[in-house]
């Protein structure tokens, strides 16, 4: 079973302000995701174009904080969120996917949502995701007419020099 992370929200109320803001998502502690609160707008949202996988024991880190010039960035609101988490929010909801689930909203006036699901296989996930990214692809292929053929001649030509490039380090 994995997880698949397909959106990060992160809301203020329309009274409060939201320059300087910003939402970043930690994999243990390397960033993977950060998006900027927009003037007038009070929800930051990261959108992930291909599901994000989230193996067991790996601990992701949603943080909002505040932008600072001298010192280091304000942490405002945090939550963790583990493929053990989810899967306890998937069962008490009876269900394989959540969207704009709430994951921490103490005392601060910023809440922090994510939309995730438990898929049986991630590598069936990417397979799909990667034939959408292809069709998408071919469509602009297909759209560029004659600079088709001039890019196909070289990609054969660059397949053909690396195999050259290749041949002569193998001797």
């Known amino acids: 079973m994995s997880i698949q992370i397909s959106t990060i929200n992160a809301k203020v109320p329309q009274d409060g302000k939201t320059e300087g803001y910003f939402v970043e998502a930690m994999l243990d502690s390397?960033?993977?995701a950060k998006k900027k609160f927009e003037k007038r707008n009070p929800v930051a949202q990261y959108t992930?174009?291909?599901p994000y996988s989230l193996r067991d024991g790996a601990t992701l880190k949603i943080q909002v904080k505040k932008k600072r010039l001298v010192h280091k960035d304000d942490v405002l609101i945090e939550?963790?969120?583990?493929t053990e988490i989810a899967q306890k929010l998937l069962r008490e909801e009876n269900t394989l996917k959540l969207t704009d689930r709430v994951l921490s909203s103490l005392d601060t006036k910023f809440e922090i949502f994510?939309?995730?699901?438990?898929?049986?296989?991630?590598?069936?996930d990417l397979i799909k995701a990667a034939v959408?990214?292809?069709?998408?692809?071919?469509s602009v292929l297909d759209r560029m007419g004659i600079g088709r053929e001039i890019l196909a001649k070289l990609i054969a030509f660059g397949g053909a020099a690396s195999e050259v490039r290749s041949h002569e380090i193998r001797q």
């Open 48 to 50: 992930f174009n291909i």
């Open 79 to 82: 939550a963790e969120f583990t």
């Open 132 to 138: 959408e990214v292809s069709k998408e692809l071919r």
């Open 114 to 124: 994510l939309s995730f699901s438990m898929s049986l296989s991630a590598q069936q």
């Open 30 to 32: 390397k960033r993977i």
